[in-house]
């Protein structure tokens, strides 16, 4: 890697817009690019490998994580706790990768709290009559579990203006290169170049 800290990248948008799929694209665009692992005490489901889907933890492990302040955001649902462990991502970072979340919104806000210098980034739907769209495409979902994820995904674009950015996710490849260019973008601001140079050589 070139030595310079890499990015902390915040990337959140409603399930149904198309998440997986951008982010595997972006992956394949970025050899400086590293996806976040979560931390989770649900247990492992059949082929999941700790380190790689998750970091399977027991509720103690998880609540003395919490305790030393380990995560950079942690919720419970459904009864296991899911967060996001600093200390890999520090790594990653020191070491010149910059490093993406996929993380929901109000995680992203504990995220965005703690780490303000985090590049955020929402992932819209063309439109809700889309997102529908893909959403029964699934046929995973009856029409409760559907109407309820829209719901949801109102509540979620309502917050999309609290992001540094948004992308439109019309065609999954246009998204990814939308992102790329972002990164791009705000690993060559000024302020980060400048720390970069040492002092005094190029510019006075």
């Known amino acids: 890697m ?5 990015l902390l990248v915040v990337l959140s948008g409603p399930s149904g817009t ?17 996806f976040s692992v979560s931390a989770t005490t649900r247990a492992p489901r059949p082929g999941e490998v700790d380190g790689r889907e ?27 706790f899911y967060g996001t462990p600093a200390a890999p991502i520090e790594a990653d970072m020191a070491a010149g990768y910059s490093v993406l979340l996929d993380i929901e919104v109000q995680g992203a806000a504990q995220v965005m ?20 769209r893909r ?6 979902d009856d029409d409760d579990r559907v109407r309820g994820r829209l719901a ?18 019309d065609d999954a490849h246009k998204a990814a290169r939308e ?7 705000e690993l060559c601001r000024s302020g980060r170049q400048l720390r970069s140079i040492p002092e005094g050589e190029m510019f006075p």
């Open 179 to 185: 992102l790329d260019a972002i990164l791009t973008a």
């Open 152 to 169: 949801a995904a109102r509540r979620e674009i309502a917050q999309a203006k609290n992001y540094d950015y948004i992308v439109v996710n």
């Open 18 to 34: 198309g998440k997986s799929t951008v982010i595997g694209a972006l992956l394949d665009l970025r050899d400086d690019l590293r």
């Open 135 to 140: 959403l029964r495409g699934r046929g995973t």
């Open 2 to 6: 070139t030595g310079k800290k890499g």
């Open 54 to 80: 998750y970091y399977f933890r027991s509720r103690e492990q998880f609540l003395d994580m919490i305790a030393a302040d380990a995560f950079l955001e942690h919720a419970e649902y459904v009864g296991n």
């Open 113 to 132: 709290a703690k780490r303000p210098e985090a590049v955020s980034v929402f992932l819209c739907p063309p439109s809700l009559d889309e997102l529908e």
